[in-house]
């Protein structure tokens, strides 16, 4: 604040703080995380977060999951390099879900290649790939898949 | 396709259609969706689906999901009237997570009357209110909350 007052100015009146963050003790401790494009608006992926990687998530400024399957921190783009720096995030009304705004280091969110992990569109006719990959897999990942 | 021939044509080969769709097997039968303005952009909310849910929403066009808390099929808006209209559906490189591009009706997906249920933003201080909320719910469900 620029002025010592006790009186609320119009933008915290416009704009009240409230308390709190993620509530870890939903969900078992892992909780649904989205990343989206800061600049575009597009979804990029889902992934989980515990309250272990939500904090480096802060600390560091960068994207930090939780990986289910792995059962350890994943640091997103820890083998690519594509990691997603992040410019704002934003909690759900239940507090049981998180939004991360990212700038997507690299152009692409996707192990695929593509920049969304949602690169595939549900016509009647069965999933249709939308756009083509930014990168190949095998030169970012060499011969390891994930 | 207008023409009746073998020939894949430009838009075929450019969008490859590929069989399939969400994973229901994973997540123990229920898998993460997101809800996304499908004219700005803008992450409405996240919940859940399971393959009732989706199958429900493919047949009528409207989003419903599982309510994990109710135990049942939530068709959104069945309350408030504030439906979800379907407009695109995207499936994750992993087939478990599901992406739904809508058009919100009642311009609010929160049962809070935010536009957005991420309408709380992180800062160093807490919570953040972001934007006002669209319609007053005490007027939209009455005496209940939800």
């Not at 480096?56 to 399957?69: C, H």
């Not at 705004?101 to 595939?120: I, L, N």
Request: hydrophobic content about 35%; aromatic content about 6%; glycine content about 10%.
């Amino acid at each position: 604040m620029s002025e010592p007052t006790s009186q609320p100015t119009a933008s915290e009146k416009a704009a009240p703080v409230v308390d709190g963050g993620p509530d870890f003790s939903k969900g078992g401790g892992i909780l649904p995380a989205i990343a989206q494009d800061a600049q575009t608006g597009e979804v990029l992926m889902l992934a989980f977060m515990n309250a272990e990687s939500y904090a480096e998530t802060l600390a560091t400024g960068r994207a930090v999951y939780f990986s289910r399957s792995r059962n350890r921190l994943w640091r997103k783009g820890e083998e690519s390099g594509n990691v997603q720096l992040i410019r704002e995030i934003r909690i759900d009304c239940d507090s049981d879900a998180i939004l991360l705004k990212v700038e997507q280091v690299g152009g692409a969110a996707c192990h695929t290649g593509h920049r969304s992990c949602f690169y595939r569109r549900v016509t009647e006719q069965g999933l249709e790939v939308v756009g083509t990959p930014v990168f190949d897999p095998s030169q970012v990942y060499g011969k390891k898949s994930g």
